[in-house]
């Protein structure tokens, strides 16, 4: 296979994975998001939360650019059961608790105020993108040997049992283990968020293909490491998800039991990602050819990826010293901005997992 190493580790660094500014800013706004809530909780005489806990791709550290600043930030928000009335005396409906989060965080310098959705409260930016605060309660019940168990439950359409902060201890230990390096985030990281960018490549397939944890999920499963050969590696892995995907587009969630990502035995979304795999596949079938030129590989590329990003380096190695974000040094992937691995430390009593 032709290697294109420097390009994918570049083209990950440049245009993939997010510039350190964005998630400064994004994590500002999540605290104001926070100090306004509590705020909003007090000025009206409601319960405070004991914790918030960032989640999702924010958390995993698997978001990736998007021109339009389509980024979902998800901010969980957690309160005790026993703080949580109902307006008659009884328990707050799950429904009436994500009303109190929505009013309470709503102080009217929103264009767009907040609106309450099914699992969340959403807060809209102009920028583009918007920040999803689900709302958990704790409640403590006891287990086979009569101690005192803390079980967490999101607000739905009814109170759930579910903890997000289980998915992402998921993937950083699947990351830590499976990952054969652990520069610039670790290489399984990496590779979730170049596939979940070939995802996005083209707008006519918003809404049609997998989303970013089913995509999230089938790296796990599929994942094919390569200390030296990033390119190489992402090519296996899409290989590999789509051969999966062949077999079963059945996908189990990571950390409830008895649960689906996907929508039945014939999830759609899936099946699309599946199809759209399979033509990425075609297309860097010219890496393979006795006579592959650096031209043709990173044409091929360009091809997957619906940009110009690789073609735009086939100038001379020297030529491009200044314009490459990371360097590989004895098959190590390194970055000029390392990334955080590790696991988030409680703080009880109004603290964060931040």
């Not at 510039?19 to 994004?26: G, K, L």
């Not at 990496?190 to 996005?200: D, P």
Request: with cysteine; charged share 30%.
């Amino acid at each position: 296979m032709f290697d294109c190493t420097k390009d994918v580790v570049c083209y990950h660094n440049d245009k993939v994975t997010l510039p350190q500014a964005d998630r400064s800013n994004m994590r500002k706004r999540r605290n104001s998001n926070r100090d306004r809530l509590k705020k909003g909780l007090t000025d009206k005489g409601d319960p405070q939360p004991f914790m918030f806990c960032k989640q999702g791709s924010y958390a995993m550290l698997t978001m990736v650019q998007h021109d339009d600043n389509h980024y979902d930030i998800d901010d969980g928000v957690y309160f005790d059961k026993a703080d949580l009335d109902g307006k008659n005396g009884g328990e707050m409906s799950a429904l009436d608790a994500r009303k109190m989060v929505r009013d309470a965080v709503d102080d009217g310098s929103f264009k767009t105020p907040p609106v309450v959705k099914n699992n969340c409260v959403r807060i809209f930016y102009e920028a583009g993108y918007h920040v999803d605060m689900p709302v958990y309660r704790r409640r403590i019940e006891k287990d086979f040997f009569n101690n005192d168990v803390e079980v967490y439950e999101i607000a739905g359409p009814d109170w759930k049992r579910s903890d997000a902060r289980l998915v992402t201890d998921w993937f950083n230990d699947e990351n830590r283990k499976q990952s054969p390096d652990e520069d610039n985030g670790r290489q399984l990281r990496r590779i979730t968020r170049l596939i979940k960018m070939y995802a996005q490549t083209r707008p006519s397939w918003s809404g049609q293909i997998a989303s970013g944890f089913a995509i999230t999920k089938l790296v796990t499963e599929s994942y094919k490491p390569s200390i030296s050969r990033e390119d190489t590696a992402l090519r296996d892995t899409m290989c590999a998800i789509r051969d999966r995907l062949l077999m079963s587009l059945v996908l189990k969630h990571p950390t409830t039991p008895n649960e689906t990502i996907s929508k039945g035995d014939d999830d759609p979304k899936l099946r699309f990602l599946r199809e759209k795999l399979g033509l990425a596949l075609d297309d860097l079938a010219v890496l393979d050819e006795r006579d592959c030129t650096r031209a043709k590989a990173l044409a091929a590329w360009d091809r997957v990826y619906a940009t110009d990003f690789f073609s735009l380096r086939a100038e001379p190695e020297s030529s491009q010293s200044t314009k490459s974000a990371s360097i590989l040094n004895a098959g190590m992937i390194r970055s000029i901005t390392a990334e955080s691995d590790r696991s988030p430390v409680r703080k009880e009593g109004g603290g964060t997992f931040a």
